[in-house]
């Protein structure tokens, strides 16, 4: 382990090899991502510096509810499309798909040949697909849709996300940049919950689809005014079997998982996936080795600060989106709950993300990231297995939306403290590898959470009703509080102390 690595853990250190902190999207980065006229990076949010953060801030969030608003009206899509019940899940699986396998060849497409070139696209797109999904006529059509919906969030995530770590300098305005993405991703998630059942339920399904239009219009509108672009001067010649590798591979490993979700993890499609996604990775990796101008520069992957930070962000968003899926069975198996019901009951957990991620910057600024990552995982495990104790009627929601609302708190300084330390001492010009890279991170935790709780839940349950079901559930949340633990296990033996950045 090198000092520069050991550097990059410092939340307000200077990027390794003088590279200058962060440049100024809204205007002041030329394409090489220094300041220009050497004008050192603001300290303070400007003006135009709001508008950027509010642009950046708005997609992001469009994008968070786009994840979840379909969840509840599945069924109704279903029924109205003639979808068979076994392609319901291509709804879902479609764009899971696309949004992972293509985030991290997305994020590195940024960095090559600019990143607001790469979210002006994919805003475009996602306009479109949406406005083709609400007036879809057949399953096909909607599949096609959802594609496109998928590959819109896998270009326009990583690209605003590097658009606003570049923008915003190493330190505390790039923390509470963060940290505000962070509680509004959450949020985001929650929102579209809630919005999906109201939409489907006073309107129809089709407007989960039509609200992203005008939203998407307006983001697309105010972008082209405010961002300026951003890229190197020169470009390496593309990684095309680095490309290919890592897509096909990422892809396959997606599908394992949802196949496994859908199937159990017995089921011969999901091992062949994943066994084909890991052996793709590894062929990845290889031609990473030796390529000229790899797609991912290994020395990217072998810094401690990015490579554990992922495996940080990994266990957030695997954990506390599966915890969601397994009170959703509790609200509704068994204290017999409705979905809508069910699904407004998060409106505490949401809060409790928008809680933490407002302290976030604050609680980084004055301990560092890494000791952020530890007490957010210490909260978020205790809160989660505080869960074990809930009962069988419905006396016990004081219990749920307490720990919920504690975890999610906890959950939300683990996922600032994961980008943040995913992303510092890092150029300018690998801003979007980096992104990119905490993106599929995302993606995949999401993706695998579910059928991994949801294989122990069920391996677990010990009978037919509901305190059969409750004991399985009990087993799955003293699982997931686990992995948190061993996650903030990881966190404090492999990062690097560093001390908090003065402000």
Known sequence: MTATDTAQTAPGGDAPGGATPGGDASGGTTSGGTTSGGDAPPARLTPRLKLVLVILLAAQFML????????????????????????????????????????????????????????????????AASLL????????LLIVARVFQGLATAAVTPAGLSLLTTSFPEGPLREKALGLNGALMSAGFTTGAV??????????????????????????????VVIKESRPDERPKPDLPGAVSVTLGLLAVVFGLTQAGEHGWGSPTALISLAAGVLLLLVFYAVERRAEAPLVPLGVLGRRTVAWGNIAGL??????????FLMTLYLQKVLGFSPLAAGLSFGVLGIGTVVGGTLAPRVIGRIGTRSTLIVGGTVQTVATAALIGLGDDRSWMWLLLTGTFVGGVGNMLVIVGFMVTATTGLP????????????????????????????????????AGAAGILGGLKVAIAVNAAIVLAGTLAAALFLRRAAPASR
């Open 64 to 127: 968070a509810v786009d994840f979840s608003i379909l969840n509840v009206a599945l069924p109704v899509i279903g029924e109205g499309l003639g979808f068979d019940l076994a392609n319901l899940q291509w709804i879902a699986t479609s764009f899971a798909l696309c949004a992972a396998g293509f985030t991290l060849l997305f994020g590195r497409i940024a960095d090559l040949f600019g990143r607001r070139r790469l979210f002006l696209g994919g805003l475009v797109v996602l306009g």
């Open 133 to 140: 999904g609400g007036v879809a006529t057949s399953p096909e």
């Open 195 to 224: 919005l999906g059942g109201v939409l489907t339920d006073l309107l129809s399904w089709r407007w989960a689809f039509f609200i992203n239009v005008p939203v998407a219009l307006l983001v697309l509108v105010a972008a082209v």
């Open 315 to 324: 266990i957030a968003f695997l954990t506390e989106t599966s915890l969601v």
């Open 428 to 463: 300018d010009r690998e801003q979007g590898l980096a992104t990119g890279l905490a993106t599929m991170t995302q993606q995949i935790g999401i993706t695998m959470g579910t059928p991994v709780m949801s294989a122990v839940a069920t391996a677990a349950v010990t009978g």
